[in-house]
């Protein structure tokens, strides 16, 4: 599986981006989908996933409310809809595919396919 993700940039403090993550295959639809972060001087960390076996979802809480994940399997996308950004959001953002099919906290290290990451910057 190769991972491809896009849509990041600049945006104030407040605004809205969403990340793409376009993946390779064709066994898309039986893969878990998350999105971690990793800020300058910090480690990576989960921000979100969608998982395969029953569309659960889950978020970090420091995006609870804020972000949205989703998936069009028809298109082997995974989206990030990232609203009311905060300067701390600044990261770049990997999107990642697992065969985890249980609901759990992402874990990078279950996490076997990466994307090569996209930078989101937030001013204050």
């Known amino acids: 599986v190769q991972l491809q993700a896009s849509g990041g940039g600049l945006v104030q403090a407040g605004g809205s981006l969403r990340l793409s993550c376009v993946a390779s295959g064709r066994t898309f639809s039986f893969y878990t989908m998350a999105w971690f972060r990793q800020a300058p001087g910090k480690d990576r960390e989960s921000v979100s996933a969608?998982?395969?076996?029953?569309?659960?979802?889950y978020y970090s809480e420091s995006v609870k409310g804020r972000f949205t994940i989703s998936r069009d399997n028809a298109k082997n996308t995974v989206y990030l809809q990232m609203n009311s950004l905060k300067p701390e959001d600044t990261a770049v953002y990997y999107c990642?595919?697992?065969?985890?099919?249980?609901?759990?906290?992402?874990?990078?290290?279950?996490?076997?396919?990466w994307g090569q990451g996209t930078l989101v910057t937030v001013s204050s």
């Open positions: 969608i998982f395969w076996s029953d569309g659960s979802t």
């Open positions: 990642a595919a697992s065969r985890v099919g249980s609901p759990t906290t992402p874990v990078s290290d279950r996490y076997n396919y």
